[in-house]
């Protein structure tokens, strides 16, 4: 936004911006980024040149999200305000070259400082903490090449006074840990692959000169997030290794995150020992086989729990009630439960149980009163379906929930008792009978009034009752129990996916339309959504959920055709604050017409398709990166050839990455065998964040890091 400083001007609109007093002024530009704010807003009149550099915008500057800032920006802000900012955040700013951080020593005050996602080397961070005597808060990346005895002692007198460090790895390493004598906060993020690039298996050791060892005396939370992979899981064990001589009484969260298998050793037994004599938790997540078929739930204590993750474990709802909820006890403290994948969390056992088999909705029934105050919940990945009890179905008792900020589900657990074994309707019933009608070639036409008919058919249902009765919903996601991404993390691309649940066969565009009552909805995901016939109910979405930022959307309807294409370009005409778009669909044509929806997002800034035998119109590809000014990030992994993907996206990066530094193209063949090589040079934000498919709700705990 400009402002504009020529009274004339102001007095025709008939406000005067610079009458409104400081504080409001203040609020208004708390809005602006902070690159804008100094190197240009202030610029404009005397008033807002001081209002500007007011402490209050400047005391806190965060760049991780603004990719249009670049390094003379970031020299120039550093060299006008670096004295003035103790919280930088530049976490993600992959498009900075390296010589960007030498700039950040002008910041002599910095507290906080966030460079995740950053180029640093090991003499660069030296030469940088050196100078940064009061930060106390750091997150760094450790790539192959980091060498801890080139850090100064002025660098390691810095580090001795942090108490928060996160860290990501990409190379086996203690990375500046054994520096931090002070730690109290410990997020590690390990994302070291199993193979270099040229094909050899990598170790776990750590690197030569790594024999100093964590401190961990002061520590309140561990957090250790692993991506696949077994050198993952040997450093980590490293870094635990140290926990499990003395656990740090002070610690209230310990939290570990692994994907597949994590095998229990004697040395986290006796960690896990060690804490349920020691401490008391606030917050827990364990791998699974740690807690699949032990009592150590039953002997850990707990104080004010605010964050529990049992992801994927085999935990009965028996033992949930019992060990965790304590038979019921009061836990209004608990804001966030993960439950994703626990196929027998709401079942009184699980020995004789099938997956398939009703919930026991009195278990249910006691989480929601416990825990009354949940604000993240998530029970995707798992078969949840309800008897025919009245008043007990799974979408009822979560209507209570009224504090609910997300939400995960499985679809097989939002559809009518009565519904799902009623024979779904077929599309030929579902065409209107007109006389005389053209049918455009190559558009998918659906019938308009079909949203109103969808409508009349479920505001009587569970489902429509549950969302109309949580009203500030901020993010949902409806995905199918046996649904599986097509590209998944550092494997070849999955050809053949599970059929839906039996249960999920009558779910589909009216169950979308019941999501239209959510208006303060910023992101949805769909995913296996077997009777979407038409789509009609993202148009519903599209027009009344007007704050929605993230959109995705896999295998909805019939997999060999896209039949809601018609409705989703509709759709997208209305998505003005619509930021990330990600659609997996086999057969997916992105074609002029839906390049031409997709112009009308202004506010896009990031898009990925993924879709199996699916197609793609060059010239519509680099018309639509042309009259979308913010999109950064463009991935498209489809059924073209080699040939045609490496043109378009060498057409894209000459065309646009001068005026777009943050852009990120990856176009390339999904069931191509180098696919793994392509995706692991794409940059951890993206990564994270939209291009790999996966559920978000309680992944970690709310606010664990800026």
């Known amino acids: 936004q400009e402002v504009v400083s020529e009274e004339s001007e102001e007095e025709s609109n008939g406000v005067n911006l610079m009458e409104f007093s400081d504080e409001i002024l203040l609020?208004?530009?708390?809005?602006?980024p902070c690159t804008d704010l100094v190197l240009n807003v202030r610029r404009t009149c005397r008033k807002l040149a001081t209002l500007c550099l007011d402490k209050s915008l400047t005391h806190t500057v965060l760049l991780q999200k603004d990719y249009k800032v670049n390094k003379d920006k970031v020299k120039q802000l550093m060299r006008d305000i670096g004295k003035e900012i103790y919280q930088l955040n530049m976490a993600g700013c992959y498009w900075l070259p390296s010589s960007t951080i030498d700039h950040v020593t002008r910041c002599k005050n910095l507290v906080k400082l966030n460079l995740s996602g950053c180029h640093v080397s090991s003499l660069r961070l030296s030469k940088m903490l050196?100078?940064?005597?009061?930060?106390?808060?750091?997150?760094?990346?450790?790539?192959?090449?980091?060498?801890?005895s080139q850090l100064s002692s002025e660098c390691k007198a810095t580090l001795s006074r942090v108490s928060e460090l996160k860290q990501t790895l990409y190379t086996p390493s203690y990375g500046v840990v054994p520096c931090c004598t002070s730690l109290e906060k410990l997020l590690l993020y390990f994302e070291i692959l199993d193979r270099s690039r040229e094909g050899f298996m990598l170790s776990g050791q750590l690197m030569v000169g790594e024999s100093n060892v964590p401190h961990y005396q002061n520590l309140r939370i561990f957090y250790a997030r692993l991506a696949p992979g077994y050198v993952n899981q040997e450093v980590v064990r490293l870094y635990l290794a140290v926990l499990s001589d003395r656990t740090p009484e002070n610690l209230h969260a310990f939290l570990i995150s692994a994907p597949g298998s994590f095998a229990e050793t004697g040395a986290t037994k006796n960690l896990l020992d060690s804490m349920a004599r020691n401490v008391r938790l606030d917050a827990l997540q364990l791998p699974k086989a740690w807690i699949n078929g032990s009592g150590l739930l039953q002997h850990l204590k707990?104080?004010?729990?605010?964050?529990?993750?049992?992801?994927?474990?085999?935990?009965?709802?028996?033992?949930?009630?019992?060990?965790?909820?304590?038979?019921?006890?009061?836990?209004?403290?608990?804001?966030?439960l993960n439950l994703s994948?626990?196929?027998?969390?709401?079942?009184?056992?699980?020995?004789?149980?099938?997956?398939?088999?009703?919930?026991?909705?009195?278990?249910?029934?006691?989480?929601?009163?416990?825990?009354?105050n949940l604000r993240h919940l998530n029970l995707s990945?798992?078969?949840?379906?309800?008897?025919?009890?009245?008043?007990?179905?799974?979408?009822?008792?979560?209507?209570?929930?009224?504090?609910?900020?997300?939400?995960?589900?499985?679809?097989?657990?939002?559809?009518?008792?009565?519904?799902?074994?009623?024979?779904?309707?077929?599309?030929?019933?579902?065409?209107?009978?007109?006389?005389?009608?053209?049918?455009?070639?190559?558009?998918?036409?659906?019938?308009?009034?079909l949203g109103d008919q969808a409508n009349q058919k479920i505001e009587s249902s569970v489902f429509w009752a549950l969302m109309g009765s949580l009203r500030f919903l901020e993010t949902l996601e409806i995905i199918g129990s046996s649904f599986s991404s097509a590209m998944p993390r550092n494997e070849p691309a999955i050809r053949n996916s599970l059929p839906p649940c039996v249960r999920a066969q009558s779910v589909g565009d009216s169950e979308v339309a019941a999501i239209s009552q959510l208006t303060y909805l910023q992101s949805l995901t769909l995913a296996q959504l077997p009777n979407i016939l038409t789509g009609s109910g993202l148009v519903s979405i599209g027009v009344q959920c007007q704050h929605l930022r993230t959109l995705s959307l896999a295998n909805l309807g019939m997999m060999g055709k896209v039949v809601y294409m018609s409705a989703l370009m509709d759709m997208l005409k209305h998505c003005k604050c619509l930021r990330?778009?990600?659609?997996?669909?086999?057969?997916?044509?992105?074609?002029?017409?839906?390049?031409?929806?997709?112009?009308?997002?202004?506010?896009?800034?990031?898009?990925?398709?993924?879709?199996?035998?699916?197609?793609?119109?060059?010239?519509?590809?680099?018309?639509?990166?042309?009259?979308?000014?913010?999109?950064?990030?463009?991935?498209?992994?489809?059924?073209?050839?080699?040939?045609?993907?490496?043109?378009?996206?060498?057409s894209i990066v000459r065309s646009f990455q001068a005026e777009r530094p943050a852009l990120n193209v990856v176009i390339f063949p999904l069931l191509h065998e180098d696919l793994t090589e392509v995706i692991r040079d794409v940059p951890m934000r993206h990564l994270d964040e939209i291009t790999l498919f996966k559920s978000r709700v309680a992944e970690e705990p709310p606010n664990l890091w800026w």
Not at 130 to 148: K, W, Y
Not at 304 to 322: A, K, V
Not at 342 to 349: K, N, R, T
Not at 441 to 449: A, D, E, H, S, V
Request: hydrophobic share 40%; glycine share 4%; net charge neutral.
């Open 580 to 650: 990330d778009l990600r659609l997996e669909q086999p057969y997916f044509c992105a074609s002029a017409q839906f390049f031409q929806a997709l112009s009308h997002c202004s506010s896009l800034q990031r898009l990925c398709i993924v879709s199996r035998s699916g197609t793609l119109q060059s010239d519509a590809v680099m018309s639509f990166m042309a009259n979308c000014l913010e999109v950064i990030m463009c991935h498209m992994f489809m059924g073209e050839s080699l040939a045609v993907c490496k043109n378009l996206q060498q």
């Open 27 to 32: 609020h208004i530009l708390s809005y602006v």
């Open 302 to 336: 707990f104080n004010n729990p605010f964050y529990f993750s049992f992801s994927r474990c085999t935990l009965s709802g028996g033992h949930l009630i019992q060990r965790v909820i304590n038979g019921g006890k009061d836990l209004k403290s608990l804001t966030s």
């Open 381 to 449: 990945a798992a078969h949840h379906h309800s008897s025919e009890s009245i008043g007990n179905h799974l979408c009822q008792l979560l209507s209570r929930l009224k504090h609910l900020l997300s939400l995960a589900l499985p679809v097989c657990s939002i559809t009518d008792v009565a519904a799902s074994v009623e024979k779904p309707p077929t599309t030929p019933n579902l065409v209107p009978q007109t006389f005389g009608r053209k049918v455009r070639i190559g558009i998918q036409t659906y019938p308009r009034n």
């Open 130 to 148: 050196s100078t940064l005597q009061h930060l106390r808060s750091l997150a760094i990346d450790v790539n192959p090449g980091f060498d801890a």
């Open 341 to 372: 994948g626990c196929v027998h969390c709401l079942a009184p056992e699980s020995l004789f149980r099938k997956a398939e088999d009703d919930i026991d909705s009195s278990i249910l029934e006691s989480l929601v009163v416990s825990c009354c």
